[in-house]
């Protein structure tokens, strides 16, 4: 068995994941502990950056959120979005078209046993949420965001 067919078998197996997007690749990568993300993010931000959680649908603010702007990271403020590439999916999560290039890294989650694109941001590994093939054109992309993973920065009036 190779070493890529063991992979395939152990992430169809929920114990291992697959990765386009190899961890802390960038020179400017965030590496801190547990302890120290624990004292820079709430207790939510916590959950979905570092562990991977899910916030309830519809409870984000930046749902409604319309002004100009960037969608940072909350765990490092990389951009990761511009407001023209969000758009309102109807699934309670703040939605986008497209990433800014360079500012998420892939990988298949098979949490819910059929596999998903996950992804994370590419500074920090932050999770933000996953990407799915329904979404409008031009991309065909939905960038499903967990909000509390995010930062709103306007630009402009």
């Excluded at 152990?10 to 697959?18: D, E, P």
């Excluded at 702007?69 to 990761?80: D, I, K, M, Q, S």
Aim: net charge positive.
């Amino acid at each position: 068995m190779t070493r890529r067919q063991l992979l395939s078998a152990l992430a169809a197996l929920g114990i291992a994941r697959t990765s386009t997007a190899a961890a802390g690749a960038r020179p400017d990568a965030i590496r801190i502990s547990e302890a120290e993300w624990r004292k820079r993010l709430t207790p939510d931000q916590f959950d979905v950056l570092r562990r991977e959680g899910t916030e309830p649908p519809f409870s984000s603010p930046l749902n409604g959120e319309k002004r100009r702007g960037l969608y940072r990271c909350a765990g490092c403020e990389l951009a990761l979005f511009a407001s023209e590439a969000k758009y309102d999916s109807g699934t309670g999560w703040p939605s986008f078209t497209a990433a800014l290039p360079d500012a998420v890294g892939t990988r298949t989650d098979y949490k819910l046993i059929f596999p998903r694109t996950e992804y994370h941001c590419a500074r920090c590994g932050g999770h933000q949420g996953h990407v799915f093939d329904d979404g409008p054109r031009p991309t065909g992309k939905r960038y499903c965001n967990n909000g509390v993973a995010l930062k709103f920065e306007s630009q402009g009036a």
